[in-house]
């Protein structure tokens, strides 16, 4: 997938010092039906963009301006968020259309160019088998897990998933963060200890060339030819790397790795931000409007953790309800429900997927929060 970096450089965002209790100016709380807002946006996210061929169509009111492959794993994940929080079969009514139209959308298989791709997909098609326990979506994961881990190589850059076949020497954190987690997912579904391995020796090659120890800013890639490394701080790699890390510590009990997860949340809250309201920052649209989504989808995953720093705990759970807050009611089109790659303005003109897909995943998040 395009990852439009040069813009980003223009669009960072560096503030103030990163204590636990930095005072921040946050919007003053309102009453919000969370599950209500969730039904509305997530059911608009159905709505507006599914296609009745099995897929999400990449913009609003039915336009399909080419399929994209990565954001439908995305939008999908929202309607599993869904059907997990309501047990409405509704939204599991999706699931096999989606795991059949996708694959005819992408040429009749699940396989791309792109690793990370794949992993977004196979990061979605896992937990369609753990709240369906149908064996062909852990089957699909498995082929794909094959092919994805064949992106691996020690000629560039000692290491890491490369992120297109093409470009075996571009080793990006956007293929290693979700490798990791899904290999560390595999683990705990099947406790094939392969699965594991790979997980700790994705995690430790990502921490060792593309993880900023004294800041917790997680850089965008490595090139292998030039081993040049892009200082890019991007709010899903944060979110990925973040994850895998929660996810080790649960199977392990190793608290370095909670450590780290805390160290790469700190950081965001207060690199990655837009400091006039405390919200995460607008990365820009098309791929990067979903940068945002992905790291609550597993910020919320932090969250849940017992061990968690306390003084982290209020900062975190205060972000986390700031940032819904904001995009529930500055950031949706009430009349549409949509949603645009800015969490602190609506849309302007036609919606597209990427950012609706997003603000969801927040308010989804928000929604299942201590629920």
Known sequence: MNKFLIMMVGVLVLCSCSKINDEYRYEQPQAVDWQAAANSSTNALIDQFWNSEGYFNYGSNGSDKGFQYWPNAHAMDVVIDAFIRTGNQTYSGYFDKWFTGIRAKNGNTYSNVFYDDMEWNALTMLRLYQVTK??????????????????????????????????PYSKNACSNGPASLLAIRLFNVTKDDQYKQWAVKIYEW???????????????????????????????????????????????????YLNDAQKVANYTLTKCIDSSNNILRNEGDGDNALFKGIFMRYFIILLQQQDLNEAYRTKFETFLNNNAQIAW???????????????????????????????????????????
């Open 329 to 371: 009611t500055k950031g949706c089109f009430q009349k549409t429900l949509l949603f645009g790659p800015s969490w602190n303005e609506p849309p302007i003109g036609e919606a597209q997927l990427t950012a609706q897909a997003s603000a969801c995943m927040l308010i989804e998040a928000r929604a299942a929060f201590k629920k």
């Open 206 to 256: 990502q921490k060792n060339t593309l993880f900023e120890r004294a800041s917790g800013a997680v850089y965008d890639n490595i090139n292998g030819n030039t081993n040049v490394i892009s200082q890019v701080a991007l709010t899903y790699n944060q979110g990925t790397f973040m994850a895998s890390a929660v996810e080790l510590y649960q199977v392990t009990g190793d608290k370095a």
């Open 134 to 167: 149908d064996e062909k979506y852990l089957n699909a994961v498995k082929t794909l897990w094959t092919d994805i881990i064949g992106g691996w190589n020690e000629t560039y850059a000692d290491g890491g998933v490369a992120w297109m076949k093409t470009q």
